[in-house]
């Protein structure tokens, strides 16, 4: 597994374009959203459906077309520096077929930031684009509006990459849950949606010599044991080199949690390090993924080689 091109950083006055390839978003925390963004100097404009709703299914923001037709848009747009999600929530996995890979290429790198759902669209970015993407908060999402940690790890990442290259796990957690040191270019998200996404044309057809990034929410315990025993069953796990587990949001208690990780992780042979401190947990950490990183389960830090924007 190769290191992806990293997009360029952002300058103050950038523009950024907020989209919803998902689910649709709650006005007021749109607003808020766009609110701290234009406190980072960001001008940021607004997709056509992130406020949409499709007509009968109304866990989407707008119809498949509508959705794709805004991130193409926002992507291709020159003026634009950035695109990042409003949030996640379900529905990436129906558009993201419809996108045009080669006008979005043809546009050259920029950033693109999201998480949760938007676990497809970073594989696909990875495949299609070969870009260096950020797994971290939804413009909109409740915790980012709520938290100042997570505003300043996105900010910082966004502007100041060379100041994040070693991200620490958020405390208390970061405990090896097997210990080592381990080195790879990084990869992952959503465990679920890695785990749906398997065989599909835009998703990375294995961890091999991956650091494999992991954070799910509200799946119980028997069901993450389902996806990481379909991961291992397929191969997909085979070769890869460490694993980072982030956070675990309403999915129960941690010891039970714990116990499926040993389990399904530990006979891997590889590091793991537990509650880092990425995902839908309180305070999120922006993760880039596509950079070749070190991972030291020990100290509970993922080193990147390179800032994750140029």
């Not at 938290?147 to 957690?173: D, I, K, M, Y």
């Not at 070190?294 to 390179?306: H, N, P, V």
Request: aromatic share 6%; charged share 20%; with cysteine.
């Amino acid at each position: 597994m190769n290191q992806l091109l990293r997009p360029p950083r952002l300058a103050p006055g950038a523009r950024v374009a907020v989209v919803a390839p998902s689910g649709p978003v709650p006005e007021e925390r749109l607003q808020a959203g766009l609110d701290i963004l234009r406190g980072w100097d960001l001008d940021p404009v607004v997709a056509p459906h992130v406020l949409g709703r499709h007509r009968a299914l109304d866990y989407l923001a707008g119809t498949d077309a509508e959705r794709a037709a805004d991130l193409r848009d926002a992507w291709c747009d020159p003026s634009v520096a950035a695109v990042l999600c409003a949030r996640g929530g379900y529905g990436a996995q129906r558009m993201v077929d419809l996108l045009d890979w080669a006008a979005m290429r043809a546009a050259g790198p920029k950033v693109f930031a999201g998480f949760s759902d938007i676990t497809v669209l970073h594989q696909a970015f990875a495949n299609r684009l070969g870009l260096v993407t950020l797994y971290g908060p939804a413009v909109a999402g409740v915790d980012f509006l709520k938290n100042a940690r997570a505003q300043e790890h996105l900010r910082a990442t966004l502007f100041e990459p060379e100041s994040v290259r070693t991200v620490r796990a958020v405390p208390p957690g970061g405990g090896a849950l097997v210990p080592g040191r381990a080195r790879g270019v990084t990869l992952g998200g959503c465990l679920s949606l890695l785990a749906s996404d398997l065989g599909t044309p835009h998703a990375h057809a294995a961890a091999r010599g991956g650091l494999l990034l992991i954070e799910d929410v509200g799946e119980s315990p028997y069901r993450l044991d389902r996806y990481l025993t379909q991961l291992l069953r397929t191969g997909w796990l085979d070769g890869v080199a460490g694993v980072v587990l982030g956070s675990w949001a309403t999915c129960g208690p941690y010891e039970d949690l714990r116990a499926v990780f040993a389990d399904r992780l530990g006979g891997l042979g590889v590091p793991v390090v537990e509650e880092f401190g990425f995902g839908h947990g309180e305070g999120a950490l922006t993760m880039p993924l596509g950079l070749v990183a070190e991972l030291d389960a020990g100290r509970g830090t993922l080193t990147f080689g390179e800032p994750a924007l140029s």
